[in-house]
T-cell receptor
Framework: DAKTTQPTSMDCAEGRAANLPCNHS???????VYWYRQIHSQGPQYIIH???NNETNEMASLIITEDRKSSTLILPHATLRDTAVYYC????????????FGTGTRLQVFP | GAGVSQTPSNKVTEKGKYVELRCDPI?????LYWYRQSLGQGPEFLIY????????DSGLPNDRFFAVRPEGSVSTLKIQRTERGDSAVYLC????????????FGAGTRLSVL
C-alpha cells in the first residue's frame, strides 16, 4: 500500500470548514483513499473513501486531485466533537488485509 | 446494532503475568483484526483472521503473543510473561469480506503492566 503524508496538527474554528490535506504521490491505479478518525479514548472510526471521483456522505466530503497524488477531507461545519486525530490511508478496496496507519493529523476545533 | 465489543476495557497486571483480551466482532463479519496503539502513535497491526484461521500474523512482536478465533466469531489475544513494554491500548476491528472492506473498531482494552 502506498505511503501517505499528513500535517501533524491543524486548528479550526467551530462552524467553519475544516480542510485536511493528504499527500499520496505513489498511489497505484487500483488503490483507494480511505479516511478514518480517532476521538480521544475511542477506536478509529471510518469516515469516507474514494477512488478518483469526489465523494460526499453525511460526515464529510473527499476531494481527490485529478492526478490522484493528493486529496483533501472536508468537514463542512466543524463542531467541537470533530476534535480528533484524522488518518489518511491508501489501500486496494478489495484487499482485506491490515490498515497501515501513520501518525495522522490532530485536528483541534476551538469555540 | 451492536458494534465491536472488547473486554475488559482496562486491565492492570504485574510484570510476568499472563493476560487474555477478548473481542466480540460485529455479527456476520468474517474478518477480524488486532492492532496495538502506543501513546501518540497510530494503531499498529498485530494479526488478522479470516474465519477461524490466522491469515496474517506478521505483526505479532514475539512468541509471547498469541491469538485464537476457534469458532470464527469471538477472538482472544493472549500475552504470556507480560513486560512493561507491552503496556498499550489493544484494538480489535472486524469487517465483512466484501465491498470496501471497511473495518469497524472497538473502543479497545487499555493494558497496563506494572
Amino acid at each position: 500500500d502506498a505511503k501517505t503524508t499528513q500535517p501533524t496538527s491543524m486548528d479550526c474554528a467551530e462552524g467553519r470548514a475544516a480542510n485536511l490535506p493528504c499527500n499520496h504521490s505513489t498511489i497505484s491505479g487500483n488503490e483507494y483513499v480511505y479516511w478514518y478518525r480517532q476521538i480521544h479514548s475511542q477506536g478509529p472510526q471510518y469516515i469516507i473513501h474514494g477512488l478518483k471521483n469526489n465523494e460526499t456522505n453525511e460526515m464529510a466530503s473527499l476531494i481527490i486531485t485529478e492526478d490522484r497524488k493528493s486529496s483533501t477531507l472536508i468537514l463542512p461545519h466543524a463542531t467541537l466533537r470533530d476534535t480528533a486525530v484524522y488518518y489518511c490511508i491508501v489501500r486496494v478496496a478489495t484487499n482485506t488485509d491490515k490498515l497501515i496507519f501513520g501518525t495522522g493529523t490532530r485536528l483541534q476545533v476551538f469555540p | 446494532g451492536a458494534g465491536v465489543s472488547q473486554t475488559p476495557s482496562n486491565k492492570v497486571t504485574e510484570k510476568g503475568k499472563y493476560v487474555e483480551l477478548r473481542c466480540d466482532p460485529i455479527s456476520g463479519h468474517t474478518a477480524l483484526y488486532w492492532y496495538r496503539q502506543s501513546l501518540g502513535q497510530g494503531p499498529e497491526f498485530l494479526i488478522y483472521f479470516q474465519g477461524t484461521g490466522a491469515a496474517d500474523d506478521s505483526g505479532l512482536p514475539n512468541d509471547r503473543f498469541f491469538a485464537v478465533r476457534p469458532e470464527g466469531s469471538v477472538s482472544t489475544l493472549k500475552i504470556q510473561r507480560t513486560e512493561r513494554g507491552d503496556s498499550a491500548v489493544y484494538l480489535c476491528a472486524s469487517s465483512l469480506n466484501a465491498g470496501a472492506n471497511i473495518q469497524y473498531f472497538g473502543a479497545g482494552t487499555r493494558l497496563s503492566v506494572l
